[in-house]
């Protein structure tokens, strides 16, 4: 199977077109039959990446009305980017060719709510809580960002 092709704009595109058909109940479930099932043994070549919350009401091939092959989706809470997550996206793009990366957030996150409160989070999730307690310093003190970010950015990369 080839890298893929499709532009950054063309793929957004895709994607909004898929979330309509989503939003006013008209999903066509595309590409999952038997046929691209088959196709798929030789190889991917995804159009998008899609970097989303792991909440089970966030589904990023069913938001966008995509099929198997479609999306390369990588999901963890809060949709933070740390080093796995960025290698898994320069994986997408270096080796598969795929031009956009579509960060895909939502109302009501667990992660960003807990990142909201000023008490420290415990273990695995605490880890997670920590990497977006910079943003939610950065949206409460929005005057200041740039400053502040220089501050925070090493939490983003290390
Ligand atoms: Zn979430």
Redesign the pocket.
């Known amino acids: 199977m080839e890298k893929n092709n499709v532009s950054a704009k063309e793929a957004l595109k895709m994607l909004m077109d898929g979330n309509k058909r989503f939003v006013s109940n008209t999903l066509n479930h595309p590409r999952t039959d038997q046929a691209r099932r088959s196709m798929l043994t030789e190889g991917q070549a995804p159009f998008a990446i899609v970097l989303s ?3 089970s009401r ?1 589904d990023p091939n069913i938001a966008f009305d995509q099929g198997l092959g479609d999306l390369f989706v990588i999901r963890v ?3 933070v980017a740390r080093h796995k997550i960025l290698g898994s996206i320069e994986y997408a793009v270096q080796h598969l060719g795929t031009q956009l990366v579509f960060v895909l ?2 109302e009501k ?4 709510t807990a990142s909201m409160e000023p008490a420290e989070v415990e273990g695995h999730v605490g880890a997670i809580v920590e990497v977006i307690k910079p943003a939610v310093y950065l949206a409460r003190h929005q005057d200041g960002g740039n400053k502040i970010f220089s501050a925070f950015s090493y939490h983003f990369f290390d």
Do not use: L, P, Q, S
Not at 109 to 112: I, K, L, M, R
């Open positions: 919350c792991a909440d966030v809470a809060g949709n957030g939502h996150c667990g992660a960003v």
